[in-house]
Each structure stands twice: as structure tokens, then as C-alpha cells.
């Protein structure tokens, strides 16, 4: 009876860490999918910022975490914008004056955000739920 039981819970053990694997291979899909509609939305002046958008699947014990991301320092200002137009309220409350590397003077009250991570999401929504709901079932 016991090697009955422990038959059982090793099955039981084995079939749950296959749906984990499942599950995570479907975050790597949806990521790759997101990696690119980000990409699409990402504003584009020299092209840095839109070349530095990525993702990363992460399990622990059993949790999968999928983060998209962007390396390029100033991601953060572009995306949640800067002085006045910062989101949250986060940026600086009055302009300013700066000197740009051709020695011209600006004044500036900020930069309005641009959400190009949070676009990519909330348009892809349906085909987000899919990917993780649905993926790859073929063990692929």
C-alpha cells in the first residue's frame, strides 16, 4: 500500500512540475510576443531605445514572474515622462533652463510620457491571455 501512495504522490509531483514547464514556456512565447509589440511602440530617434527593449522568464519554486524591460538609463523619463508632465506627479513642478553639447540654451518644462511599454500590454491584452492560457501544448 505505501509504494502505492508514494507512486501516487511522485505522479502527482511529476505532472505539476510539467505544468510549471508548460506554464513557463508559455511566458517565454508571450514575452517574445511582447518583446516585439513593444518594440513597435517604442518611440524612435536614432533607434537605442527601441533596440534595448527585452524580456526575461523567471521560476521559483513553481512561481513564474515575466518582466519586460528596457536597459537604456533613460527609458524611465520617456516612458513616465519628466518635470510637469510626470506621471504620478513625480517630476519637477517648474521649468528650467539647460545648454544643450552645441552650446544652445532650452527651457523646458518637461517631457510628456510616453507609455510604450504599457501601450504594448494593454493593446495585446486578448492575445496576452491566450499565450499564457493556451501556448504551446505540443511540449515544444
Not at 502505492?4 to 512540475?17: E, H, I, L, N
Not at 513564474?64 to 528596457?70: A, E, G, Q, S, W
Not at 495585446?124 to 499564457?132: E, M, R, Y
Amino acid at each position: 500500500m505505501m509504494d502505492d501512495q508514494k507512486a501516487f504522490c511522485d505522479s502527482v509531483d511529476g505532472a505539476a512540475t510539467q505544468l510549471v514547464q508548460l506554464a513557463a514556456r508559455n511566458a517565454e512565447t508571450c514575452g517574445l510576443y511582447l518583446e516585439g509589440q513593444t518594440k513597435k511602440e517604442t518611440p524612435v530617434d536614432m533607434g537605442l531605445l527601441r533596440a534595448a527593449n527585452g524580456h526575461q522568464v523567471d521560476v521559483d519554486n513553481g512561481q513564474i514572474t515575466l518582466t519586460l524591460y528596457n536597459v537604456m538609463e533613460y527609458a524611465p523619463y520617456v516612458h513616465q515622462g519628466t518635470g510637469i508632465y510626470a506621471e504620478d506627479g513625480d517630476g519637477r513642478k517648474t521649468p528650467w533652463v539647460y545648454t544643450d553639447a552645441k552650446g544652445n540654451t532650452h527651457k523646458t518644462a518637461g517631457q510628456k510620457p510616453n507609455p510604450f511599454m504599457r501601450r504594448a500590454i494593454e493593446k495585446n491584452k486578448g492575445k496576452i491571455s491566450k499565450l499564457l492560457g493556451e501556448g504551446s501544448t505540443s511540449g515544444t
